[in-house]
């Protein structure tokens, strides 16, 4: 194998970019970013072998970190995006990330452009949660409510089943934004966005003035308070003691609101939260995501630089509380492991994770000359011989098996030869090596400028292309 040919002299000087890497987290310069764009460019091709919804699962996802990481052109990146929507069957949310990236104009001509066939979804839908707050981030935010409130009046179970991202999507903005917004819906009747909007600020006494008056919310406004109080917890500078009695009042799990923080900053913890509810353990609040939060701040771990770490941590909680051999059984319930990664088992997921990180002495130190012994915490069924037998071929420069490619990859990413690893996939092309492309290319992305970021930790991400 050609990739393979140079890799043995490489990895002599890998173990002090291997210890630079371990400390590198959330440079403002990103040195990642021409292997971002090659994965993104794999991505963007048709896959070989359909997959059962005949669409590329990725492609939207990979021309977003290509208009980021690519340097294209305004105009380029239209054409990228148009051309995809040539595709039999267009990817997944291209529609949502062609709104969020178009114009002010350009915008009003793509939405015009849309068929208005009253059997189909509400053109207004069509700009998701990226096309509602770039329309408002660049200003149009009267015309995006005046179409809401269309949407809202002619059809209002299917409006408010999917307008609940866009609060989550404009967290970010400041409190005066979102309550000028919010008293503009009120006035043209989209209380549910009105409302949804009032939870994220930091004084919340424009919600509880809202729930006196909207009497239709009255039996939501139990969930609508311990919603404001839980959005509450992630504001640093948020004063308890000044909120109305009603919000200081309000009830909620504090266990739970802690997975969310440790997915939030450790998107691997998202196993977490299925595991929570086929258990309904406190622990996995309390024990491992405290533990993990608690290390992050203390500056033992690094999700972003170094996220098997993480992985080998958070694994290490779980068999303290339900041992190995439990704790597997329940990996083996789990079948996504977060947002874009549909079918993946988390147990697969959790043994790459480990074997990568146990493996990885071999690649940093020149005087490890055989494969460490098989880690405790994987799976029986893990192939560990055969990784070890892969990772010495690398090491020594030996040719890989085709069929060998995935894990050869995954080896090479761990020892810091990301460019090697992205050209290995794409050699094999499969389903397979698109997914773990796809899930380097967001690590890579945590690493540089974090443009592929959830508002809230189960959400879809946001495409955005403000600052």
Same mark, same amino acid.
Not at 4 to 33: D, H, M, T
Not at 256 to 263: C, G, S
């Given at each position: 194998?050609?990739?393979?040919?140079?890799?043995?002299?490489?990895?002599?000087?890998?173990?002090?970019?291997?210890?630079?890497?371990?400390?590198?987290?959330?440079?403002?310069?990103?040195?990642?970013?021409?292997?971002?764009?090659?994965?993104?460019?794999?991505?963007?091709?048709?896959?070989?072998?359909?997959?059962?919804?005949?669409?590329?699962?990725?492609?939207?996802?990979?021309?977003?970190?290509?208009?980021?990481?690519?340097?294209?052109? %305004?105009?380029?990146?239209?054409?990228?995006?148009? =051309?995809?929507?040539?595709?039999?069957?267009?990817?997944?949310?291209?529609?949502?990330?062609?709104?969020?990236?178009?114009?002010?104009?350009?915008?009003?001509?793509? %939405?015009?452009?849309?068929?208005?066939?009253?059997?189909?979804?509400?053109?207004?839908?069509?700009?998701?949660?990226?096309?509602?707050?770039?329309?408002?981030?660049?200003?149009?935010?009267?015309?995006?409510?005046?179409?809401?409130?269309?949407?809202?009046?002619?059809?209002?179970?299917?409006?408010?089943?999917?307008?609940?991202?866009?609060?989550?999507?404009?967290?970010?903005?400041?409190?005066?934004?979102?309550?000028?917004?919010?008293?503009?819906?009120?006035?043209?009747?989209?209380?549910?966005?009105?409302?949804?909007?009032?939870?994220?600020?930091?004084?919340?006494?424009?919600?509880?003035?809202?729930?006196?008056?909207?009497?239709?919310?009255?039996?939501?406004?139990?969930?609508?308070?311990?919603?404001?109080?839980?959005?509450?917890?992630?504001?640093?500078?948020?004063?308890?003691?000044?909120?109305?009695?009603?919000?200081?009042?309000?009830?909620?799990?504090?266990?739970?609101?802690?997975?969310?923080?440790?997915?939030?900053?450790?998107?691997?913890?998202?196993?977490?939260?299925?595991?929570?509810?086929?258990?309904?353990?406190?622990?996995?609040?309390?024990?491992?995501?405290?533990?993990?939060?608690?290390?992050?701040?203390?500056? &033992?771990?690094?999700?972003?630089?170094?996220?098997?770490? =993480?992985?080998?941590?958070?694994?290490?909680?779980?068999?303290?509380? %339900?041992?190995?051999?439990?704790?597997?059984?329940?990996?083996?319930?789990?079948? &996504?492991?977060?947002?874009?990664?549909?079918?993946?088992?988390?147990?697969?997921?959790?043994?790459?994770?480990?074997?990568?990180?146990?493996?990885?002495?071999?690649?940093?130190?020149?005087?490890?000359?055989?494969?460490?012994?098989?880690?405790?915490?994987?799976?029986?069924?893990?192939?560990?011989?055969?990784?070890?037998?892969?990772?010495?071929?690398?090491?020594?420069?030996?040719?890989?098996?085709?069929?060998?490619?995935?894990?050869?990859?995954?080896?090479?990413?761990?020892?810091?030869?990301?460019?090697?690893?992205?050209?290995?996939?794409? &050699?094999?092309?499969?389903?397979?090596?698109?997914?773990?492309?796809?899930?380097?290319?967001? &690590?890579?992305?945590?690493?540089?400028?974090?443009?592929?970021?959830?508002?809230?930790?189960?959400?879809?991400?946001? %495409?955005?292309?403000?600052?």
């Amino acid at each position: 194998m050609r990739i393979v040919a140079s890799i043995a002299v490489s990895l002599q000087l890998i173990s002090s970019a291997l210890s630079e890497e371990q400390s590198f987290s959330r440079a403002p310069s990103c040195k990642y970013g021409a292997e971002i764009e090659k994965a993104a460019d794999f991505l963007l091709t048709d896959p070989a072998t359909k997959s059962r919804f005949r669409r590329n699962l990725y492609a939207t996802d990979a021309a977003y970190m290509k208009l980021h990481y690519g340097e294209t052109s %305004y105009a380029v990146g239209s054409e990228l995006l148009s =051309s995809l929507m040539q595709a039999d069957q267009p990817p997944a949310r291209l529609d949502e990330l062609r709104f969020a990236y178009a114009n002010n104009a350009d915008r009003r001509k793509l %939405y015009d452009s849309l068929p208005a066939d009253p059997g189909a979804r509400k053109a207004i839908a069509m700009l998701g949660p990226s096309g509602w707050r770039a329309a408002i981030i660049d200003g149009d935010e009267d015309w995006l409510l005046a179409n809401l409130a269309e949407w809202r009046a002619a059809d209002p179970f299917g409006f408010d089943a999917e307008i609940d991202p866009l609060a989550s999507a404009l967290l970010d903005l400041d409190d005066e934004v979102k309550l000028r917004i919010s008293q503009k819906a009120e006035k043209l009747g989209i209380s549910s966005l009105a409302v949804d909007l009032l939870t994220t600020l930091y004084d919340l006494q424009p919600l509880i003035s809202i729930l006196d008056r909207t009497k239709e919310m009255d039996s939501q406004r139990s969930r609508i308070v311990r919603s404001a109080r839980w959005n509450s917890l992630s504001k640093p500078l948020f004063e308890i003691e000044k909120q109305p009695k009603e919000i200081k009042d309000a009830k909620f799990e504090l266990w739970l609101q802690r997975i969310f923080d440790a997915i939030d900053v450790a998107p691997e913890a998202f196993i977490l939260y299925p595991l929570m509810q086929y258990t309904g353990d406190m622990r996995l609040g309390t024990v491992v995501a405290e533990s993990m939060l608690a290390g992050i701040a203390g500056g &033992s771990l690094d999700p972003v630089a170094d996220p098997d770490k =993480s992985i080998a941590i958070m694994i290490a909680l779980l068999d303290q509380i %339900y041992g190995r051999d439990e704790r597997v059984q329940l990996l083996q319930r789990v079948t &996504s492991t977060g947002p874009g990664r549909p079918g993946q088992s988390a147990l697969e997921m959790v043994d790459r994770a480990l074997a990568r990180y146990a493996m990885r002495p071999l690649f940093s130190d020149p005087r490890q000359s055989t494969a460490p012994s098989r880690p405790p915490a994987l799976s029986q069924a893990f192939p560990w011989d055969q990784w070890s037998q892969i990772a010495l071929a690398l090491r020594q420069g030996k040719p890989i098996k085709p069929e060998m490619k995935l894990v050869a990859a995954d080896l090479l990413a761990a020892s810091g030869l990301i460019g090697a690893a992205i050209a290995t996939l794409g &050699s094999d092309g499969s389903m397979k090596a698109r997914q773990q492309t796809y899930e380097l290319m967001l &690590s890579l992305d945590r690493r540089c400028a974090q443009w592929f970021s959830h508002p809230l930790p189960l959400s879809d991400p946001l %495409y955005r292309f403000d600052n």
